[in-house]
């Protein structure tokens, strides 16, 4: 067994506030490794590289690193632009590159280092450390996860446009060829329609003490 918690499950459930708080509970290293798809996105968009185009020397062109939790591309810490709109639309995109989950395998599975880690995404479980000591697969309904976008203020968009949004990512995450969106079959499913945060995460907490 390796020393990591994976968190996997869909967009817009929660997995990163979780999986920090949890981290923090804890005192385990959080590493979010959705970050490294927003941050190659972030990359793509700035060197004016399509998505769909990216291939081995563009990513040869990329160094990211984590520094604790931080998330550094080519020594520049990355931390507003990775939210930007554009760059989550990319990482949906970009993930379903074998290429790129070719290379940022050894990033994310470098990032434990031997210490005790809180990692996310949609394949930790499945892909990446499959041998995790603890996985869990947290989810919500779609309607439950656009509610939670809408409370977060996301700006230019109203509610069955976040709807569909996530809907069309669900679709592609789960369908993808390479590494896609699935349950671990050793990972517990946490269904956090109706739970506040503050009872995700405990419920986390007690299943790895």
């Keep these: 067994m390796s020393t990591v918690v994976a968190i996997d499950g869909p967009a817009g459930a929660g997995k ?3 999986a920090r708080l949890v981290a923090e509970r804890l005192n385990y290293a959080y590493i979010n490794t959705g970050s490294l798809y927003r941050a190659l996105a972030y990359a793509a968009t700035a060197a004016g590289v399509p998505f769909s185009e990216i291939d081995q020397n563009f990513l040869n062109s990329c160094q990211l690193e984590f ?3 931080d998330l550094y591309c080519n020594g520049k810490l990355l931390s507003a632009e990775l939210r930007a709109p554009e760059c989550a639309r990319g ?4 993930s379903a590159n074998p290429l790129v989950r070719d290379y ?3 990033v994310q599975r470098n990032s434990a280092n031997g210490q005790w880690i809180v990692m996310e995404g949609r394949d930790i479980g499945t892909v990446v450390f499959p ?4 996985k869990f697969f947290v989810t919500a309904s779609a309607e439950e ?11 230019g968009a109203d509610f069955a446009a976040i709807l569909a949004d996530i809907k069309a990512r669900d679709e592609r995450d789960t369908n993808r060829a390479v590494a896609p969106l699935k349950q671990a079959p050793d990972a517990e499913l946490v269904d956090t329609t109706g739970m506040d945060i503050n009872e995700v995460v405990e419920y986390i907490c007690s299943r790895c003490r």
């Design 16 to 18: 990163s506030t979780v």
């Design 67 to 69: 520094r604790g939790a």
């Design 91 to 94: 990482a949906s995109v970009i």
């Design 104 to 106: 940022l395998m050894p």
């Design 131 to 134: 041998d995790a000591e603890k």
């Design 145 to 155: 996860r656009a509610r939670r976008r809408m409370l977060q203020g996301e700006a």
